[in-house]
Structure formats: C-alpha cells, structure tokens
C-alpha cells in the first residue's frame, strides 16, 4: 500500500463495522462450529472493529506509534496468537501508526504461517523476529539493535519517527535500544485501554459464550465435589471439561476450601473436602482470547448457620453493586455500596484489595474499569454503554470455618445491565447433600 502522512490516516468508522448491540434481544451464546445458517461471531469484523478502535485511540493520542510486546495488545491489532506458552517470553511485538496496517514480529516460522493463514496482515507485514527471551540471549548479541533500527525505519518511512513512540510493556535492552535510536518512548498501555474498553457485538458475544462454559464447568464441579476429593482433583476435572468445550486457555482456577478460605489465598492445594467443609472456586479462563472471571461458592454435603450468613452478606454487597450498574453510573458510588476492610477483618483497603473488587474483562482479566475502595473514590470513572467488567464480593465466616466468595460478570447496556454469569448463585449451593 502507499505510505500517506499522518495528517492523512486510515480511517474505519466502528459504527459502521458494529451497530451497538440490540438490547431488547438476548444475548446469544452460540456453539462453537461454524455453521451455514445462523450469523455467528464474523471475526474479519471483529478485527476490523478492533483495529479501528485502536487508530482512533492512536490518534486521540499525542504518540506517532504504538509499539507492544503484551500479547493481548498484539492479538488486539493483529487477531493473531501462538499460544499460551509466549505469555511470559516477551518475543513477539507488532507495530501500528496512524498511515499503515500493524506490522507483526512473530517468532520464527510462525511469521511465514501467517503469511499463508493470515490474509487479513499484509504479506510483508509479517515478519520474524527475535530479542533475548527475557535475557536468555545476551544483549551483545545485537539483536535488540537490529530490531530497534528495523522499528526507526519504518517510523521515518512513515512520517512518524520525529513523534513519540508508546511502547506498552519492554524489557530494559529494547527500551535503551529505542532510545539510542533517538525515539522518545511513551506509556501506551492507556492508549490500548482506552481502545479496549468498549465491546462489539463480537465481543460482547464471545465473552457471553466464554461465560456459558463455566456454567458447565461448575454443573460439574457441583456433581462431583463430594468429601474424599482434593482441590486439585477439581482442579484437573474443570481444566479437561473447558478444554474439551474449545477453551484456548485455562489462565487459572482456584479451588480454595475449608480452614483455608479465610483469609483467601488465590491458589489451590491438595486438600481433602471434608463433609460441610465450604468451598470457593474462581475460574478464569478464555475463549478467543476473552476471559472469564467466574467465582461461586458450595458447600459440601451441608451447611451451617454461620456459613450462610456469611453468604447472605456477600450476596447483599454484590447485589447492591449490581443494581448500580449503568450509563454515567461512576465507580466511586459502586465502590461505597462494599463495606471497609475493617468491617471484614483487614488491616488496610491494601491488604483486602481483590476481595470487594470489580474490573474490566476483555482479551486480558483486567481492564477498565477497576472499581475498589482503594482507588476509586479518588480516581472514580464512568461507565458506558458496551462495558463488560466483573463484580466480586468476599466475606468470611464469623466462626472461621469458610467463607463466601461470589463474582458476577455484567454488560452495561443502554439502560442497564445484563449479568451474564448464570450458574445458580443467589442461595448458598449445597452439593450432594444428606
């Protein structure tokens, strides 16, 4: 394509590639094939809506380019993925100005399948790239230099390299490369939120049907968390049940139960259900990238007074939350509906952060908006239309023996919201009870 000025950028109205959805309609969840006869997820427009997204955020912005290494920002611009395992390696990076389609740096001959089963990335686009794997090939090498004078390049062959680049995450090597390049490099993970935030129909969608899989996985878990099973052994049934119903990766799944609900550890063990024991679980996981964060809590066989009234509680915060849940609704009036740390037995909003807890969900578990009362009554921030975030509510049993953990994933709609988390949560669950 021919190369314009910045003054000159591509533009793709996302109006026009996605209407807001129609809220008077459910929220469809469809299966996973592809099929002749029903209009399903339309993933060319998904990119496109994604990428227009992007250049518009790019050119609210004051940055000539955005450089990113986080591989949600890069599956974001590109509608590319290699898999889990690059997550961590920070190899893989992609390039977007105003004037050009992203330019896509993958690893080895991952670049050369793109260019046979891509055909929404430009050819040439479609490079391979490789940095130091997190310092595993030393920085003499020389290939953070090649790779930040390959980035100069093109930036001057596109008008932009005497503006700032926004780079989202780096390691140290690339980022003084970049400099000694002479670029002036910006934070660009707002720029990407600020892109992310709103949902397409698309998205609204995948992240409906990603839900509709932990409907199942915890149909599952209710039927076989039962005393003599371990955390673990639930662990392993829920990762195979989500992968075999076309997860693309299980992030997590915490299985907490027992004395060691309180306080909430994030992980799981080997521990044994014992009979009335209550059990926690969160699963996070994605399907096409969009992630779930899905917690319920059951008790095992049977139930106590203290148990269920420390469930009775936690419904009650996260009700209040919900009925909230609007249009230029702003999250510090959110927020206020939880009860203070103290109230539940910690020191600081620090220490009990995460626990009456709300954020965005999209292609990563955390995105706009975040809604705690450790920030934000001082930063509060407005909900919109197309929004998808989680709430998450936590209290402890007054006796220490658990505690209730519930999160509810909602979409903000025109004039409301939707909840779109569906397993039974407004009652304690009892599993297979005598």
Partial sequence: MT????????????????????????????????VDFEQRVDFRRLHNYRLARARQALADSDLGAILCFDNNNIRYLTSSVIGEWARDKVCRYALLTGNSEPYLWDFGSA?????????????????????GLRGSVAEEAGLFKKAAKEIFDLLQGEGVAGMPLGVDIVEPPMLFALQNEGLEIRDVQQVMLNARQIKSGDEIVLLNSAASMVDGAYQMIADNLKPGVRENE???????????????????????????????????????????????????????????????????GRKTQHQADAYSRAREWIDAAIALVRPG???????????????????????????QFGHGLGLALHERPIISRLVSFENPFELQEGMVFALETYCPAADGNGAARIEEEIVVTADG?????????????????Y
């Fill in 234 to 300: 639930m662990v392993a049934l829920a990762n195979k049940f989500l992968y075999d119903n076309g997860s693309d990766d299980v992030e997590a799944i915490n299985a907490v139960s027992g004395e060691r609900c309180s306080p909430h550890p994030h992980n799981f063990t080997d521990r044994m259900y014992r009979p009335g024991d209550q059990a926690f679980f969160d699963i996070i996981q994605a399907y096409m990238g969009y992630r779930t964060c899905y917690y319920r809590t059951l008790n095992v």
């Fill in 111 to 131: 670049a050369a399948h793109h260019r046979i089963y891509a055909p929404w990335l430009e050819s040439n686009h479609c490079r391979a790239g490789m940095l």
């Fill in 3 to 34: 190369l314009t000025a910045k003054t000159d950028p591509i533009q793709i109205s996302t109006v026009d590639l996605d209407p807001r959805w129609e809220w008077g309609r459910p929220l469809h969840s469809p299966g996973r094939m592809n």
């Fill in 417 to 433: 919201h939707r909840v779109i988390t569906l397993f039974p949560a407004q009652e304690l669950f009892v599993t297979n009870p």
């Fill in 329 to 355: 609704m702003t999250t510090d009036k959110i927020a206020a509906v939880w009860p203070r740390a103290q109230d539940f037995g910690f020191a600081s909003e620090m220490e009990a952060f995460g626990l």
